[in-house]
C-alpha cells in the first residue's frame, strides 16, 4: 500500500517537495490556505530546473480535520511565524503512527511540536532550494533542490530514512544526518546576514551585497556574531564558514533573497527564526551581537510597516 | 547703509533664515538651483508658525558669478553632501570683508571652506528648525526655529554679533556661542540615531520609534555610541543627554526627520555628515561603534537604492 503524506502550507516548498513525493510513488495530499481553490481545480504547475512537472494532489484539504485518512508522513513547510501555530494546525491530522517532518527554515523550531506530540517520530529538516509561488498554484524553482533531515535530538528511524529513499529515487538529494542542530546552524549563517540585509539596504539582490564592500563587510560581522551565539551553544562551526559563505553567494547570479521576495509581496518576513531567537540566545548567554541586535530593530520595525 | 547678505541654497531653511533677515532690514539676495523661475518671478512664501510673510529676495541668481555685489554675509544653507562643492560654489561671491556663515546639519563641515579662503572670517551655525520646501517657493515652517552661530575655531566676532543682534530683532533666537563644535556634537547625538531610524524602519516618524522598545532602545545605543566618539575628540557631552532626548523626542507631536522627507521625496541623504563622520571618527580614534556601522553600511545602501 502507497505510503500517505499530508504537506501542511502548500506554497513554494510544501508544493515542490511534495510533488517530488508524489512522483517517488506516495499518496500526497496537501493542505492549502489562500491558493486552495486553484490547487483544488488543477493542481499545481511546476517549473523546474530539475524539470517541469504537474502535480495533482491526492486531496486538497482546507484543515487537518478535514483529512480523512492516517498519514505516515505529515510534512510541515510553513513559513515559521509567531501567527502561525503549527501545533494547532496540525493537531488533527497527527495520528499514532505519524511521524512529523519539519521542513522550516531557522531554529529553535522543533520545541513545541515535540512538546505537545510526545509520542510521535519528530524529523527536523532544512531545504537547500530556490523555489516560490508565482502565482496560485504556479510554482518556479529556480536554484538548488536539497534536503537534509535528521531525527529531532538525534538518533536514526527507519521510517526516516524510507522517506529519504523517495526523494532520493527522483533525484531530489536527500541526506539523513546525525546532527540536523549543528545543520541549521551552518545555514543560519548565510540566511541571517544575507536576508534581513538584502531588506534593510533598500531591496537588493545578492549581487549588490556582494559587489558593495560595506554592506558585504557588515554580512561578515553578521556572520561572526552567529558563530559565537552557536559557540555559545556548543555548536562549533568550520572556521573557513565565512569566506566559504561569501565566495558562494559571489558566485551566485544576481538572486533576491525569500525575505526580499516575502518583503516585496508584503508578506510576513521570518524575522523571529532567522534572526530573533539569536539575539534571544545571545542575551541569555550574554554573547555581545550589536550588529545582530541592530538589524533586529530595524527589521522588525520594517515588517510591521510592510504589512499595515 | 542696508548690510548685503547673499544666501545659498535657498531651500527652507535657506528662505526661512533669509526671509527673516530681510525683515531685520538687511538686503537679502539668494541663490536658487530647481526653484530659480518660480523664485525670480514671485519669491517666497513662508508659512510659519511665528507668522506667516513673503520673501521677495532683493536678487535671484542662479550662480555667484552673477552676484553683481561685495557680500558682507555669504550664508551657506545647503544640504551637506559629497555632491555639493561649497567652495566651488561660493568662490566667486566670496570678497576681501564677506563673511562666510554656514548653517549645516553634521559636524566636519567647516574644514574645506577655512582651507579654501583662509583670510575670509567663518561662522559655524546650527539650525534648530523644522522647516522645509513644499513646491518650488513655498516653505512651511512647522517647528522651532533657533540658530546657535560661533566663530569657527573659537574667539568673537563684531560683524556675527551684528548678523545675530538682526536675527534676534525679528524674534529669531540667535545665540553666539564660545565653542560651535560642541553643540555640534550635542546636535548630533539627536539626528545621528533618529534621522536614520526612522528611515531604516520603514518609513517612521519620531513617534514610532518612541513607542517602539526596540527601536528607542537601538537609539539609546547609538547615542552612547556618538557620545563614545565626541569624547574620543575631547568634547564631553552632559551625562543626562540621552535621557534628555528620549523625553525630549517623546513628547513631539508625530513628526518626520529631515532624512526621512528627504527619503520620500528621493532627495539623496546627508549619510556622510550624519552617520559617515562619526564612524571616520571612530575608526581613526579606535572607538568601537558597531550599531554605527550596521545603519551606516544600511543607509548608504538605501540612499543609493532609492535616487537611482
Not at 524553482?141 to 533531515?149: E, I, P, T
Not at 527507519?158 to 551552518?186: G, P, T, Y
Not at 539582490?205 to 559587489?211: A, G, Q
Request: glycine share 8%; charged share 25%; with cysteine.
Amino acid at each position: 500500500m502507497k505510503k500517505k503524506v499530508l504537506v501542511v502550507g502548500a506554497g513554494g516548498v510544501g508544493a515542490y517537495f511534495g510533488g517530488r513525493l508524489a512522483q517517488s510513488g506516495m499518496d500526497v495530499s496537501v493542505l492549502c490556505r489562500s491558493n486552495y481553490e486553484q490547487v483544488k481545480k488543477e493542481g499545481f504547475n511546476i517549473k523546474s530546473i530539475a524539470g517541469d512537472f504537474s502535480f495533482k494532489p491526492a486531496g486538497v484539504y482546507r484543515s487537518c480535520a478535514e483529512y480523512p485518512d492516517d498519514a505516515d508522513y505529515l510534512i510541515v513547510t510553513t513559513k515559521v511565524l509567531p501567527d502561525i501555530d503549527v501545533v494547532k494546525i496540525i493537531k488533527d491530522a497527527v495520528k499514532p503512527g505519524t511521524m512529523i517532518v519539519l521542513i522550516q527554515n531557522g531554529i529553535e523550531i522543533e520545541q513545541e511540536v515535540a512538546k505537545a506530540f510526545p509520542d510521535n517520530e519528530l524529523v527536523s529538516s532544512i531545504a537547500y532550494i530556490g523555489v516560490f509561488q508565482l502565482e496560485d498554484g504556479k510554482i518556479f524553482h529556480q536554484a538548488a533542490g536539497r534536503l537534509k533531515m535528521g531525527v529531532y535530538k538525534g538518533g536514526s528511524s527507519e521510517k526516516m530514512d524510507l522517506l529519504s529513499a523517495n526523494f532520493n529515487k527522483v533525484n531530489v538529494e536527500c541526506e539523513a544526518v546525525e546532527d540536523i542542530e549543528f545543520f541549521r546552524w551552518v545555514k543560519l549563517v548565510w540566511n541571517t546576514p544575507y536576508n534581513p540585509v538584502s531588506v534593510l539596504a533598500g531591496g537588493v539582490d545578492t549581487k549588490v551585497i556582494s559587489e558593495t564592500k560595506a554592506l558585504e563587510d557588515l554580512c561578515v560581522e553578521l556572520m561572526k556574531e552567529v558563530c559565537a551565539v552557536a559557540k555559545s551553544r556548543g555548536i562549533h562551526l568550520p572556521d573557513d564558514i565565512i569566506q566559504k559563505n561569501l565566495e558562494y553567494t559571489r558566485g551566485f547570479p544576481p538572486y533576491k533573497t525569500s525575505m526580499l521576495l516575502d518583503f516585496e509581496n508584503k508578506r510576513p518576513l521570518e524575522v523571529k527564526a532567522i534572526v530573533g531567537e539569536v539575539v534571544r540566545i545571545a542575551n541569555e548567554k550574554k554573547v555581545a551581537v550589536p550588529h545582530l541586535e541592530t538589524v533586529y530593530a530595524l527589521l522588525s520595525a520594517v515588517d510591521i510597516k510592510n504589512r499595515y
